[in-house]
Each structure stands twice: as structure tokens, then as C-alpha cells.
Nanobody, 124 residues
Framework: QVQLVESGGGLVQSGGSLRLSCAAS????????MGWFRQVRGQERDFVAA????????RYADSVKGRFTISRDNAKNAVYLQMNSLKPEDTAIYYC?????????????????WGRGTLVTVSS
């Protein structure tokens, strides 16, 4: 089993930055692809970014390309999401997830383990 705990969310003004962290425990996730998703209440959970097990490959939703950066530190069993130039439409609960495979995926069904999420609120 893998437990994922997100942190780093909060309230930020439009144009600001936040760095989300995802700490994994229970099992080493260094051989898993990892991803970040986000969800607004009443809407579907959407893909944000993914990273392969080595960190060599990344994938982003078009809406965050050039603003968000996903990274990982396998020695610390952690994944990060650096979010810059935040917009009010980035407001959501952000979830970290561990892929059943080693590569990147934008598909919800590819992910076996999920954190409980951290709330990001961007004010205008």
C-alpha cells in the first residue's frame, strides 16, 4: 500500500506562486510514474501534470504549460508541483497520485493511489 499526503496549498493572489509537495509512505514510489490532478467542487477531476519514474519525462495539461513544473526526489520519496503565474481559474483541490506503471499518464484510471488533496485558492 502507498499513502500519499499533499501539502503546500493555501490562498495566494493572482500572479503569485505556490509549491505543492506530495510525501509518499508505506512503499517506495521511485518505480512509479506520479501525477497531479485537480478538482473543483461539482466538476470532474482533471489532469494537471505527470512525471515518469526517473523524472526524465513530464507531461502537462495545456492550461498549465509554461506555468507549472512537476519534479520528484526519489531519495525523499516525494513529488512536487511548482505553480507560478497563478490564475483564479487554478483554484481547486489538488491531488497527488501514484501510477500503476512507470511512465507518464494523463488518465485517471492509470493511477492506483491517491492523496486526500490540498486546497489552492487564487484570488483575483
Amino acid at each position: 500500500q502507498v499513502q500519499l499526503v499533499e501539502s503546500g496549498g493555501g490562498l495566494v493572489q493572482s500572479g503569485g506562486s505556490l509549491r505543492l509537495s506530495c510525501a509518499a509512505s508505506g512503499r517506495n514510489v521511485s518505480d512509479h510514474g506520479m501525477g497531479w490532478f485537480r478538482q473543483v467542487r461539482g466538476q470532474e477531476r482533471d489532469f494537471v501534470a505527470a512525471i515518469s519514474w526517473t523524472g526524465g519525462f513530464t507531461r502537462y495539461a495545456d492550461s498549465v504549460k509554461g506555468r507549472f513544473t512537476i519534479s520528484r526526489d526519489n531519495a525523499k520519496n516525494a513529488v512536487y508541483l511548482q505553480m507560478n503565474s497563478l490564475k483564479p481559474e487554478d483554484t481547486a483541490i489538488y491531488y497527488c497520485a501514484a501510477n500503476s506503471g512507470t511512465e507518464t499518464s494523463s488518465l485517471l484510471r492509470s493511477y492506483d493511489y491517491w492523496g486526500r488533496g490540498t486546497l489552492v485558492t487564487v484570488s483575483s
